[in-house]
């Protein structure tokens, strides 16, 4: 069985489980590893295939200790890396330029064994505003062993290099859970906060016109249910404050899902919705994997994007925008929001093309070398 190293945001984000779940349910023949807080051993126990090394463990805080002391900065991740037969570092937003990106890249650098085949997948490129961003992205993108990116955009920016590849989002070929249609007929609601994605003007604007939306589709006959993708971003922060807008007397006809590891139970809530109403992003691709009407919030052009790209033409609201919608608009997009994703849940395992090829030669190698000494 051969080891991989898996690369990825883990700091409870929903999308970013995701990516990781589908990852090693693909190949459930392949041990992989992460380091990552150890409540993701909770988030993943259905995984037999993934070790998580939990980062508060006091053993490994130790053993980085002592060789910090030697001038050796994370001991524990080189040392996994090491031993493994590749790294996979799988993301979306993973890209976007900080203050600081010189001295982060600097440290990814640092951990980067360049022994070892890297493959990246999933990920967009940007926001950035300096071209020094960009070269020198190119520079160590030479490097990777493969690329696959998840929209147009971010493709066409490093099309001439020979490693880099096009393919749907990830989550396009998550298979839908089995579900049955609540009684009580509800919408979901992604949130965000605005200032945690860099719009930090549009808090309050943000949550009055979620509540709006929210009291108009209550006037419909429908329940509200709120869902956090990740609390480390704010989006639970952002319910209580959504929550808090609304009239008493119409309170109790909304639910709030709060996502930390419950992975298939939040999956679950989505499926059995008849709308989603998608500030996420990833809000809105599992609203089209599980055939759900969606009407889009985007907080970045990420979302405009791979929009354009799934051909779809329905309405949607952005940041320069909001300000003008109206429920009745969102209410509307009910029965007009729809698009088949066939096509890119058939595309979107491309993104596993190069790495199926290795990790398949990789096994086959290991069982022909037992067999021949057997």
């Known amino acids: ?6 690369y ?15 990852l090693c349910e693909r190949y459930p023949d392949t041990q992989f590893i992460i380091m990552a807080p150890g409540r993701y051993k909770l988030s993943f126990k259905t995984l037999s295939n ?3 090394y939990a980062t508060e463990s006091l ?3 130790g053993i980085n200790f002592l060789f910090r002391k030697m001038k050796i900065q994370h001991f524990v991740q080189k040392f996994l890396v090491k031993q493994s037969d590749g790294i996979v570092h799988i993301g979306g937003s993973i890209f976007m330029q900080g203050e600081h990106w010189v001295e982060y890249l600097e440290k990814a650098e640092g951990l980067r064994n360049k022994t070892k085949p890297y493959y990246l997948l999933g990920a967009n490129f940007g926001p950035y505003t300096d071209n020094e961003y960009y070269d020198e992205h190119k520079k160590i993108f030479r490097e990777y062993t493969d690329i696959c990116f998840r929209e147009q955009v971010s493709y066409d920016l490093f099309q001439d290099l020979s490693n880099v ?4 989002d990830i989550i396009f070929q998550l298979d839908p859970p089995k579900v049955p249609r609540e009684e009580e007929q509800y919408i979901v609601i992604s949130v965000i906060k605005p200032s945690s994605k860099g719009l930090s003007d549009f808090d309050q604007l943000y949550y009055e016109k979620i509540k709006d939306i929210t009291i108009h589709f209550i006037q419909q006959g429908y329940a509200v249910h709120f869902m956090s ?3 480390h971003e704010g989006d639970h922060e952002a319910i209580e404050h959504i929550v808090n807008l609304i009239p008493q007397d119409v309170r109790n006809r909304t639910k709030v899902h709060l996502y930390t590891t419950n ?4 999956l679950s809530v989505i499926a059995a919705s008849c709308f989603v109403v998608a500030s996420r992003f990833h809000a809105m691709i599992l609203g089209w994997v599980f055939n759900i009407p969606v009407f889009p919030i985007a907080y970045s052009k990420k979302m405009i994007n791979v929009m354009h790209d799934a051909n779809f033409n329905g309405l949607y609201a952005d940041f320069n925008t909001l300000a003008a919608l109206q429920p009745e608009q969102v209410y509307e997009c009910m029965h007009t929001n729809t698009i088949n994703v066939t096509l890119q849940a058939t595309n979107a395992e491309r993104h596993f093309e190069k790495l199926d090829f290795y990790l398949s030669l990789s096994n086959r190698r290991s069982y022909e070398s037992k067999t021949e000494y057997s």
């Open 50 to 52: 993934l070790k998580v």
């Open 1 to 6: 069985m051969k080891k991989m190293m898996i």
């Open 165 to 168: 590849r096009l393919a749907p």
């Open 263 to 266: 992975i298939e139970e939040v």
């Open 8 to 22: 990825a945001y883990t700091e409870f984000n929903l999308g970013d489980d995701l990516f990781i779940k589908v």
């Open 59 to 61: 053993i490994l805080r």
């Open 229 to 231: 993708f990740c609390e």
